[in-house]
């Protein structure tokens, strides 16, 4: 009866061990002579904050756009859910892209769209009907803070509550792992705090966050893991790490 279990179950472990995404030697050059990624060899488990760091140039949005699909490496592989990117018909890259949810340094907001507008936008493009739409947003907006904003223009938002809207956006189709590419770049220490804090609450929920970062503080202050880079190599891979040391 103890520390027996049946098989379902020990698959169902060793399916959740199996890392959710892997970069297997992976290379990336836009020009041979100079690549940007050089053998890049990772994994990352479901569920982890990792933290990507670096200076500009290093290589660190370049590794997430090859993770969504945006770009393919011109040597090894990227796998995502044991599969390779690779592998997925072209048609299908916007189902694919519907695992990541991403955030930009610079928004990216529509402005000519309301606050629910930018967020419902994200729902319209996969599809959503207006019913599930209207049902949906509040609350999505009511978890970053900006319920009562719904009805607010871009111009109308401070920078950190324009990124709300952006984590907003990201979120609202529940995404397997939310991508924040130098999320807090442009705002000031409160709405980093608040940005940084709404990141942590989404990984308590189980989403796999990947950090994009040159800010040294909300590294070390996030004990968290730590994924350098230096030139397109990565030179160190620390669970609890620190921005350096």
Do not use: C
């Not at 770049?185 to 940084?196: H, Q, V």
């Not at 990141?199 to 350098?228: P, Q, S, Y």
């Amino acid at each position: 009866m103890f520390g027996i279990q049946k098989k379902s179950d020990l698959r169902k472990e060793e399916e959740m061990s199996k890392p959710l995404i892997v970069f297997e030697d992976v290379s990336m050059a836009y020009d041979e002579r100079d690549p940007v990624l050089k053998n890049v060899a990772l994994s990352i488990q479901e569920g982890e904050f990792v933290s990507f760091v670096g200076p500009s140039g290093a290589g660190k949005s370049t590794l997430m756009r090859l993770l969504y699909a945006e770009e393919f490496s011109t040597k090894g592989t990227v796998y995502f859910g044991g599969r390779p990117t690779t592998d997925i018909k072209r048609r299908l890259l916007p189902y694919y892209r519907r695992n990541f949810g991403l955030v930009f340094q610079d928004f990216k907001l529509l402005p000519n769209k309301t606050v629910f507008e930018n967020v419902a936008f994200a729902l319209e493009v996969a599809g959503w009907t207006t019913k599930n739409i209207k049902r949906e947003i509040p609350g999505i907006l009511a978890v970053v803070g900006l319920e009562k904003k719904s009805d607010m223009y871009p111009y109308q938002l401070s920078g950190g509550e324009s990124q709300r809207v952006s984590l907003a956006r990201a979120l609202v189709h529940r995404p397997h792992v939310l991508v924040a590419d130098e999320p807090t770049g442009n705002l000031d220490p409160k709405a980093t705090r608040d940005i940084m804090n709404l990141l942590l609450k989404m990984n308590e929920f189980g989403a796999t966050v990947l950090l994009a970062t040159h800010a040294k503080d909300i590294v070390d202050d996030l004990g968290k893991r730590v994924i350098a880079l230096e030139e397109g190599v990565v030179v160190r891979d620390e669970a609890n790490g620190r921005y350096s040391l």
